[in-house]
């Protein structure tokens, strides 16, 4: 008995646990710094006055959101969820029914294709603004309170829908589960054209005049975005995200440890659901209008895309992932313009060859054999050759990013089918779709893993990694030679405390 | 401690256990063994929630656990480990020791408190590195340094068993369901675990029904041993009796003539002496 | 846990009973608005709905196989139906092709023929079957190259290129992550889709495509029902008739072949199946062969059915969607549950606007509900009975 005690001292004064909270001021004062420059930064580039850039960083923070949020459940829950597109369907309409104006619903109700009617049964819209009292808050001082206030309740609804989806993970598991979220985000897009809730939505077509400035502003999403960060980082670092933790790591483990399986399901959902209906709010705001289109699987599509890019389950990776998603979304409009096939061809060519390469490089250093795979020299070649019909037939290399490098010769090649311009529609889609199949054939955990960025990582701190008093000490466990003690059966206990 | 009352269990038409009676006292060690496909690691199933029984009883502590979810049985404090672990393999030793405390603070911590970092949190996090630490000394230092924080993927198959068992012992159960704690372990590691189980009864107050398969470990601690062969107990009672029990042998081997003494229980003699 | 067996037979018989009951309720219902629910006009939704269950039976196969065989909701399997659909519109309106284009197209159809040539002789080395993907090469190119191509012909050629098509995306796509965990392979199925669906937009157009080739089976054909005329096309037998061939042909390949055998050992276990000499590389390919080749049929026939192809983007979506809820319902890696899923979801969409027209009436709108029946009814089914009506139990082992 005196031993057990004197165990559980030692394990409290033991290293390890100091161990856990090592440095912790450190990277508090550390994280503020960083936090005080980036606001900087973004004030700098909110002063830049650049329109573009503006509406990309805000898009940047409000599909930060829906990521993070999303990456609740497929990323700490390990729940495939395809139904996030719905999610923020239900807060995105009730955040843009609550705040429009009067006049512009007038405007809407009156218009000659409109299915937006004042609804009966007491539900009308006017009705629920003026049971808030959100009626009252037109001016534009006030306003933000309005939009505050109905960002919330479309957030709790979405919640509410969160948990009737979450009811299902309870008995369906991986693939099923994945399609019946899937299901629920269609049923919830196809209803909201029907004629029952054309009332609210307006059937197909949706309504304009949502006002944008809290979706256009820097401050406003990027506020939203640090509160969802905070939130969503404090619950996986603790004693509930752990929790969730296990029951991606193993469902039956976890239930046999006391988990609640249904319990933390659902309460994953429903958090996720929340903050979707956030940025769904925020959504309809940047886009100043509410229409089904918007709401598409596409959106969840891109979500996936940035997830699995940036390291499914990592929230900094999620962040990484979805600014390259924004970047290539706001900045990749070159990819659609029109250029002739020889442009085109040299592109391609240009893709192949530095595949041919990747390929070569990433087989070498995973050590597969044979090193030089057939596909390598298929990818070369073929790259080669259209670099070289491209070249011939005078491309314009690079005339997207204005990089005339090559001074593009004049058509050398008489075939006139590659003068003849085509037009890149949906090239940005195509791209990231093509990105999302390599980066789940070459690296499936995406570029962050499950890691985090935290400050140890910085500072090349490892608490999994020995010292060297440790490693001797292991050495002399596990090596029964040091390990006198063991050998003797009659006196085991030695070895050990 | 622990009833089970004439269970019966059957997938389909096979009868994977009838009229199973167990009983299971305060502190006491019990050994379930039997051929392999006999039920043992359906008992264990049906004992924990995983496996509904079609008939019977099983009670802890005089509730009845029929009906309750696995997770509702740990609870009330029967934990169990795994025959082919179930680890969280990306998390950590640390990590795997706490989050079988989880469901002792659900009704003392909130996700609120959790998000927002209450005295409350800080408190029962406190708390939980401090019983993962004392649960994972029993094992010696060997998992409590740098190890705590290293995923459970890297460790060696027999420090995953010892991180399995702290895990259950970390549920606050005051039984363990041990599904082969020594599988996969040489016989120096053998011989620990054995010391170590023991200690588990001794000096952390656990009563312990195992499953296992090395007969000089069952052998050396358990106080009753209990023989499994097709769904049903056929032999029960000190390790030396079940031992020479010819049912028992036959269960084992096969039918055949006697001999003076039998050859598992000169097999498991042997085993002992040399190991 | 009891088995309540009889819980969804006695929901069936519960739906059959309604829809008999307003069925019945219309045909005798003397007010003026609904003299034309007459026998016709319910025997024409029979021929539609049942038109529509083969259609979607022919993708549902698809979904069900490849479920079976590596456990994939091939989430791109509608894509491939809408490539197939514009497969054969492209073969019967822009032909003659130069001959260059002939040349690749007519080697793509050489090897699916080759491949599905090995389905029956086991090898593709077989002289045999080289002989007859030679005497196919160039009769395509000849084909292809020289006139305007008939759609019976267009048919199985365009079946042929989007069976390679699925070979392809196998190859490219999922084959690399044979033993990543399955939200990755699902992941990359999405992934796909999207990819098919925004080359589909780029290459082909972007807008409603009219789909009529010159061919007979559009004729019309008409006959009386209990005194009233009954006005179809010849679609009504062709469909239903291509659909059932080609599933007859699906399950003698796979009762009756090696390598159909091959394919049904490795959906028990693909694993096992592998040590026990089987090249399960090669029944997936396979399996994608075949799986694409029923799409393009089925994406041949809804362009025929309905008179034009939806945009690429969208068009592949809806139709895969109901098939995969058709597989579901039916039981998933069961080849007779599909087409019973198929018909199930066929039936139920025909019958909801079928018995709740557009008239003023108690559930005047509930026809804009079909979509949302599909989704809801696989929810269901999945919940509440995830091995659908004819399939395995797929729960875990602890």
């Known amino acids: 008995m005196a031993d057990t005690q004197n165990a559980a001292k030692n394990a409290l004064q033991h290293p390890a646990a100091a161990k856990i909270h090592s440095n912790r001021l450190r990277n508090a004062l550390l994280s503020l710094v960083a936090l005080v420059i980036g606001i900087f930064v973004l004030r700098y580039l909110g002063g830049l006055g650049s329109a573009k850039l503006t509406q990309a960083l805000a898009l940047f923070a409000i599909w930060g959101v829906a990521t993070v949020s999303l990456n609740l459940i497929n990323g700490t829950l390990g729940i495939l969820s395809l139904g996030h597109h719905g999610f923020m369907l239900i807060g995105g309409y009730t955040t843009a029914l609550l705040i429009l104006s009067d006049d512009a619903r007038n405007r809407i109700q009156t218009s000659a294709r409109s299915q937006m009617t004042d609804f009966t049964l007491g539900l009308s819209v006017q009705n629920w603004l003026h049971t808030l009292g959100l009626d009252r808050l037109t001016t534009d001082d006030t306003l933000w309170v309005r939009f505050l206030i109905a960002i919330l309740i479309g957030g709790l609804l979405a919640m509410l829908f969160g948990i009737l989806v979450g009811f299902p993970s309870l008995r369906l598991r991986g693939d099923y589960l994945a399609v019946v979220t899937f299901g629920f985000g269609e049923i919830i897009r196809l209803l909201a054209s029907t004629r029952i809730f054309a009332p609210f939505t307006n059937g197909a077509l949706g309504f304009a005049g949502v006002p944008g400035e809290f979706g256009k502003s820097i401050w406003w999403t990027f506020g939203f975005l640090a509160i969802t960060v905070f939130f969503m980082a404090k619950l996986k670092y603790s004693s509930y995200g752990r929790a969730m933790e296990a029951v991606r790591e193993d469902q039956i483990a976890a239930e046999a440890m006391g988990i609640n399986l249904a319990y933390h399901k659902v309460l994953g959902f429903a958090l996720s659901a929340f903050f979707a209906g956030i940025a769904g709010g925020l959504w309809v705001s940047w886009l100043a209008n509410a229409r089904l289109d918007n709401f598409a699987f596409t959106l969840t599509f891109f979500f996936l895309v940035a997830i699995s890019l940036g390291g499914t389950g990592s929230i900094t990776g999620v962040l990484l992932g979805t600014a390259v998603v924004i970047f290539v979304r706001q900045y990749g409009d070159p990819l659609e313009e029109s250029y002739t096939i020889a442009t085109w061809l040299g592109l391609i060519g240009l893709l192949l060859v530095l595949a041919g390469i990747f390929i070569l490089i990433f087989r070498n250093s995973q050590r597969l054999r044979p090193r030089f795979h057939p596909s390598i020299a298929v990818m070369g070649l073929g790259g080669i050759v259209a670099l070289i019909i491209a070249y011939l037939g005078g491309a314009a290399f690079w005339p997207a990013f204005n990089l005339n490098i090559f001074q593009a010769p004049t058509a050398s090649l008489a075939w006139p089918w590659l003068q003849d311009t085509f037009r890149g529609f949906g090239m940005r889609a195509i791209f990231l779709s093509v990105l999302l199949i390599v980066i789940m054939i070459f690296r499936p955990a995406g570029i962050m893993g499950r890691n985090e960025f935290n400050w140890a990582w910085v500072f090349r701190e490892r608490r999994d990694q020995p010292s060297e008093e440790e490693r001797r000490q292991d050495a002399w466990l596990s090596n029964p030679a040091l390990n006198k003690a063991a050998q003797d059966p009659n006196d085991q206990d030695k070895g050990e405390s | ?275 | 846990m009891k088995r309540r067996g009889w819980i969804p037979w006695a929901v069936l018989a519960a739906i059959i009973a309604f829809v008999l009951f307003r069925v019945i309720y219309l045909i005798s219902n003397q007010d003026p608005g609904y003299t034309r629910f007459n026998a016709a006009y319910f025997t024409r939704a029979f021929t539609e709905a049942f038109t529509l269950g083969s259609l979607y039976a022919l993708i549902a196969l698809g979904y069900t196989m490849v479920y079976g065989i590596i456990r994939l909701i091939n989430f791109a399997h509608g894509e491939v139906f809408m490539v197939g659909a514009f497969c054969s519109y492209f073969l019967f309106t822009l032909t003659p092709f130069p001959l260059w284009i002939a040349i690749v197209l007519a080697a793509f159809v050489a090897y699916g023929a080759a491949r599905v040539l090995e389905l029956w002789r086991g090898s593709l080395k077989d002289p045999l079957t080289l002989t007859i993907a030679a005497l196919i090469f160039a009769l395509s190119i000849y084909g292809l190259s020289s006139s305007k191509l008939n759609f019976l012909i267009a048919l199985p050629m365009s079946m042929l290129l989007t069976g390679v098509l699925g070979i392809l995306i196998d190859k490219i796509a999922y084959s690399p992550l044979r033993t990543a965990p399955r939200n990755s392979l699902l992941i990359t199925a999405i992934a796909v889709s999207f990819f098919l669906q925004n080359v589909g937009l780029l290459a082909f157009t972007n807008k409603q495509t009219p789909y009529r080739p010159d061919t007979m089976l559009t004729n019309s054909l008409s006959f009386n029902v209990a005194g009233n005329e009954v006005r179809s096309t010849f679609l009504i037998i062709a469909i239903p008739l291509v659909a059932l061939l080609l599933v007859v042909a699906l399950t003698l390949f796979v009762t009756r072949t090696r390598l159909g055998k091959a394919m049904r050992a490795s959906a028990q276990d693909a694993e096992v199946a592998q040590m026990m000499g089987i090249s399960v590389d090669k029944v997936i390919a396979t399996t994608f062969l075949l799986g694409s080749m029923l799409a393009a049929a089925g994406g041949a026939m809804y362009g025929l059915n309905f008179g034009s192809l939806n945009q690429p983007a969208i068009m592949g979506v809806l139709p895969g969607i109901k098939a995969f809820a058709a597989a579901v319902i039916g039981g998933i890696g069961s080849l007779p549950g599909a087409v019973i899923g198929a018909m199930v979801i066929g039936f139920s969409e025909v019958f909801l606007t079928a018995i709740f027209p557009k008239i003023p009436g108690v559930f005047e709108g509930i026809s804009e509900f079909k979509d949302t029946f599909a989704f809801a009814l696989m929810i269901i089914i999945l919940l509440f009975r995830p091995s659908g009506i004819v399939g395995e139990d797929l729960s875990e082992k602890v």
């Not at chain 2, 305060?26 to 995983?50: C, D, H, M, R, Y």
């Not at chain 2, 672990?85 to 990590?95: A, E, G, P, V, Y």
């Open chain 2, 1 to 275: 401690m622990l009833e089970v009352i004439n269970v019966s269990k059957s997938f389909g038409g096979l009868k994977a256990m009838s009229d199973m009676n167990l009983k299971v006292e305060q502190g006491e060690i019990v050994s379930v063994i039997g051929p392999n496909g006999a039920g043992k690691t359906t008992l264990f199933n049906l004992i924990t929630g995983v496996y509904k029984p079609d008939s019977g009883d099983i009670r802890f502590e005089g509730k009845s656990l029929l009906g309750k979810k696995p997770d509702a049985i740990v609870n009330m404090g029967v934990a169990r480990t795994f025959q082919n672990l179930r680890l969280f393999s990306n998390l950590s030793i640390l990590d795997n020791a706490r989050i079988s405390q989880h469901h002792n603070y659900r009704d003392k911590l909130s996700w609120f408190d959790c998000v927002f970092r209450t005295p409350r949190h800080n408190r029962a996090e406190a708390e939980m590195v401090d019983t993962a630490l004392e649960k994972l000394s029993f094992f010696g230092p060997r998992l409590m340094s740098f190890r705590l924080f290293q995923p459970v993927y890297v460790l060696s198959y027999a420090n995953r068993r010892r991180t399995e068992m702290a895990r259950a012992m970390a549920t606050g159960a005051k039984m363990l369901l041990l599904d082969e704690p020594s599988a996969g372990m040489n016989p120096k590691e053998t011989r620990e675990i054995t010391q170590i189980i023991r200690r588990m009864r001794d000096e952390g107050g656990y009563t312990i029904l195992l499953v296992e398969h090395k007969m000089n470990l069952v052998g050396e601690i358990s106080d009753r041993v209990v023989v499994l062969d097709y769904g049903q107990k056929i032999a029960e009672g000190s390790y030396k009796d079940v031992i020479n029990d010819p049912i028992v042998i036959e269960a084992y081997l096969g039918k055949r003539d006697d001999k003076d003494e039998s050859e598992i229980a000169k097999a498991a003699a042997k085993d002992g002496r040399t190991v």
